[in-house]
């Protein structure tokens, strides 16, 4: 490509270094050429010799030593270039009037990279006036050239913009005296000589006019950007629309304001919406309270304010709403919604900020009471509340609990306080239905720990540092390892650590059935292990929390576990506590039992005694195993008490034919205790501690008849059957 902006010029190449000696005025001459990082070229047009500088070769690309020559500058130009540069020097070495310019492409010779070059060259005549020579310069415009583009793009695409946008494009002098508008004409009706000097103003809502003007003159004064919304005549509704008018001030290097740019957009239909929108945000629809916005709205001010007085923020949460929903429907569910907004309003003191914060939980917002006075509201909001809501047919139930926290008791930050009373509300739940606790900063202790206790169980999770470690139960009747328990260990990445440091995740439903998932997995495949090992290991005990067992598919997927990994199904025992018995999702839970001991699957009643799980329980839900617990166990040598009932609940088992292992077996006394007492298995340090899984193998090899004899206090050492351990009974 090639551009002239004169006639003709020659585009050639400066030759080698001057042979004639240079004078001073030469040399001060071409220093300061050399300073401007020109090129400089020069043409013998009489022998057609070329001298290039060493800067105009640096900018080809070429080294110093390079032979000047037009077919090296020509293979330099870019291909799309080159014949219009060839074209170009037959015309302009033969003319001596004009200076040539040109603007063509080069190709680098050393790195290939693509340079913009300005040629400019004059002739040069002799004493005779004889047409001798042209010199000229090269100039490596590249980054002109690209600004020039750069430039030239972004106003063709402002240009664009502004045609395709439908909002008016504005711009004014300093004074905003004069100016114009794209769209403004189509927009208001009014052309752009009725719009100017602040004749726009015409076009501006009456009521409007003076809050404009004054930011406008305000925006001047200061030489500073402005937003106005005002209403602005619309031609096409034949009315006003509101508007947003966004000026911004052009300065020039001094700082000083030389034009004005802005836009108008319609805004109409946005503030029509929100007017709406404000009209129905302020309130929930369908108790008519304030709702979650405003109730934070109002904390905030309280928390801005800062000025010491005492605020109180109560949280109401209705008691089994699901259940509403649930038995009753979703009509019933508003109806109770409905009541209970109708009593808190009736209850609270005037001036209380009461809202709807979300599903079946309430907000009350109060400045001036302190702690006996926010638990005596509170005890009178359960008590309001908890009158049944009237049906056609059969009442419906309604009770609440009640958190509440009091600034600055406790807490000196207001901005804390429905979090603290939130927090308060979880603890009263906790306690039960229609409780009402006040905040305490133990609570939040107590939650920031819960939450640390989630997060390593799910990192543990994640890092797959979740592991079963094995602890044999032995028959206390012949000294046989008739299987293990898989107890949870986890690893933090530094030590093994015991279930309790994470206990709080098995009430996380989601938690606990990971978790429970993980440990499953596991066992299973250590027990396909030592199966393939040949390891007389018995069965494995695998501990499942309650949310495992309310899922009506576990059963099936256990079963199925096992079956893909090629185990019988006497291979695992189920472990419950007493908690899944008490469950009030019990016919679940009996389902999902009764269907594992379908499948032949053990089951296990864990730590007995120790809840509140009656016989009717042992009756109803299908045991094989009682695990005595080991609170009971350790108080055997020391507490009367704990041997009758140790005593009891080896009787009743033996009666109703289930068998029962005692755990935390640490001494041979309490061994032969629960020996000569019937107690069908024991567990503990007694016998091993947990161990891994690649311990396993060694421990049932390393479990020999004379050990078996020693720990269960026996005379006789008996003798082996098929790998195990058998002792005569006395």
């Not at 061994?671 to 193998?697: H, I, K, S, W």
Request: charged share 25%.
């Amino acid at each position: 490509m090639l551009q002239r902006d004169g006639g003709g010029g020659a585009l050639a190449a400066d030759g080698e270094t001057a042979d004639a000696p240079i004078g001073d005025g030469e040399l001060r001459l071409r220093l300061a050429v050399e300073a401007t990082g020109l090129g400089i070229w020069d043409v013998d047009i009489g022998t057609g010799r070329r001298r290039w500088s060493d800067e105009l070769k640096a900018m080809l690309g070429l080294s110093a030593d390079a032979e000047a020559s037009e077919e090296l500058l020509l293979a330099c130009v870019h291909p799309e270039d080159r014949d219009a540069v060839r074209g170009h020097n037959r015309v302009t070495f033969l003319s001596v009037d004009a200076i040539g310019e040109a603007t063509f492409r080069i190709v680098r010779r050393d790195d290939g990279a693509v340079r913009w070059i300005h040629s400019r060259g004059r002739a040069v005549v002799d004493d005779a006036g004889r047409f001798v020579r042209r010199v000229g310069t090269f100039h490596d415009v590249t980054e002109q050239r690209r600004t020039h583009e750069a430039l030239d793009l972004s106003l063709r695409r402002h240009r664009a913009l502004i045609d395709a946008t439908a909002e008016i494009v504005w711009h004014a002098d300093a004074t905003q005296s004069t100016g114009d508008g794209a769209g403004w004409n189509v927009f208001t009706g009014m052309d752009g000589l009725q719009a100017t000097p602040f004749g726009w103003l015409a076009a501006v809502h009456p009521d409007d006019r003076e809050a404009v003007l004054c930011t406008v003159r305000a925006a001047i004064a200061a030489g500073t950007a402005y937003t106005n919304e005002y209403r602005l005549r619309h031609a096409a509704s034949d009315g006003y629309h509101w508007v947003v008018d966004r000026g911004v001030p052009l300065k020039d290097g001094a700082g000083r304001v030389v034009e004005w740019v802005g836009i108008i957009s319609d805004v109409h239909g946005r503030r029509s919406a929100e007017e709406a929108i404000r009209l129905a945000a302020e309130t929930d629809p369908l108790t008519g309270l304030a709702n979650r916005a405003v109730f934070q709205a109002a904390l905030d001010r309280v928390a801005a304010r800062r000025d010491g007085g005492c605020v109180t923020v109560l949280l109401v949460d209705l008691d089994g709403f699901k259940e509403v929903n649930d038995g009753f429907g979703h009509d019933a569910g508003d109806r109770v919604l409905q009541a209970a907004a109708a009593r808190i309003r009736a209850v609270v003191p005037p001036g209380a900020t009461v809202a709807r914060l979300g599903g079946d939980e309430f907000g009350i917002l109060v400045e001036g009471i302190e702690s006996d006075a926010a638990a005596a509201l509170g005890a009178a909001l359960i008590e309001a509340i908890g009158v049944c809501v009237p049906r056609t047919d059969v009442p419906v139930p309604c009770t609440a609990t009640v958190g509440y926290s009091i600034h600055p008791c406790f807490d000196d930050d207001p901005g804390r306080l429905l979090k603290n009373a939130d927090i308060a509300l979880y603890a009263a739940k906790a306690c039960g239905r229609g409780r009402v606790r006040g905040f305490d900063p133990a609570m939040r202790t107590a939650i920031e720990r819960r939450a640390s206790v989630l997060r390593n169980a799910r990192d543990a999770l994640a890092r797959d540092a979740v592991v079963p470690y094995y602890q044999p139960k032995i028959s206390l009747a012949g000294g046989a390892v008739i299987g293990f328990e898989a107890l949870l260990r986890w690893h933090d990445g530094e030590r093994t650590r015991s279930p309790a440091d994470i206990s709080d995740a098995f009430e996380d439903p989601e938690l606990a059935c990971r978790i429970g998932e993980r440990m499953l997995a596991a066992a299973i495949a250590d027990m396909r292990a030592w199966q393939d090992a040949e390891l007389p290991f018995g069965h494995v005990a695998v501990n499942v929390a309650t949310a495992e067992v309310r899922r009506p598919d576990f059963a099936a997927s256990v079963a199925a576990a096992l079956a893909a990994a090629g185990l019988s199904r006497d291979r695992l025992e189920i472990e419950i506590t007493e908690s899944v018995l008490l469950e009030r999702e019990g016919g679940v839970a009996l389902d999902v039992l009764a269907a594992l001991e379908a499948a032949g699957i053990a089951l296990s009643l864990d730590d007995f005694g120790t809840g509140y799980a009656s016989l009717t329980h042992l009756k109803k839900f299908p045991m094989s195993w009682l695990k005595i617990d080991r609170s009971f166990v350790a108080g055997l040598e020391t507490d009367g008490d704990s041997r009758a009932i140790v005593q009891a609940v080896l009787g009743m088992a033996r009666n109703i034919g289930i068998r029962v292992v005692a755990e935390g077996v640490e001494t041979g006394w309490q061994c032969r205790f629960l020996r000569e007492n019937g107690c069908d298995a024991g567990q503990g340090y007694l016998f091993a501690r947990p161990m891994p899984a690649a311990d396993v193998p060694g421990f049932l090899a390393g479990f020999t008849q004379r050990r078996a004899a020693q720990l269960l206090g026996l005379p006789e050492l008996g003798r082996v059957r098929a790998g195990r351990v058998f002792i005569p009974s006395p």
